[in-house]
């Protein structure tokens, strides 16, 4: 009867052990990942003619999968608009929040404001509101972007 109750309390404290060694991966998962999603959408979603080439490289740096392979797609195009149209983006990110996480991946909310101007501008556009659900997934321990949804 003895050794019944010691498996049992043994079993009992090693699944707790487990489930907080879980738990903790979670929540250092969330800080990770809300942190490089403020850090890639802002990379994504800003860029200055003059510093195209970096401002792509870096915000390509950030990216994984189908959504870099996009990003580097579309990137010739966009930087022959944005050099002959003089554009400067800028993204502020004012607050982000965690959708779900799991050790290895997060969903996380962006909330941003964004404002451009280009060369022909008068006067700077007024910032806009830039909404981004991103999952975010951590390759070699580094966390990147592997999907970004802009939801308005």
């Known amino acids: ?7 049992a309390f043994g079993t009992a404290a090693t ?5 907080d060694r879980e738990q903790s991966a979670v929540e250092e998962a ?3 990942g809300m942190l490089a999603a403020s850090k890639a959408a802002k990379a994504l979603s800003s860029y200055d003619y003059r510093t195209i080439d970096a401002d792509m490289k870096s915000a390509a740096d950030m990216t994984t999968g189908k959504l870099r392979r996009d990003y580097e ?5 966009f930087k022959a608009n944005a050099t002959r149209r003089q554009l400067v983006g800028t993204t502020t990110v004012l607050k982000t929040g965690v959708i779900d996480a799991e050790p290895d991946k997060v969903r996380v909310l962006v909330y941003a404001n964004r404002s451009s101007t280009t ?4 006067t700077p556009r007024l910032p806009e509101s830039l909404r981004l659900k991103m999952t975010m997934v951590e390759v070699d321990g580094k966390w990147l972007a592997q999907r970004v949804d802009v939801i308005s």
């Open 119 to 122: 060369k022909d501008a008068e």
């Open 1 to 7: 009867m003895l050794a019944v109750l010691v498996i």
């Open 30 to 32: 969330s800080r990770e």
């Open 73 to 77: 797609k579309t990137m010739p195009s």
């Open 15 to 19: 699944l707790l052990f487990l489930k």
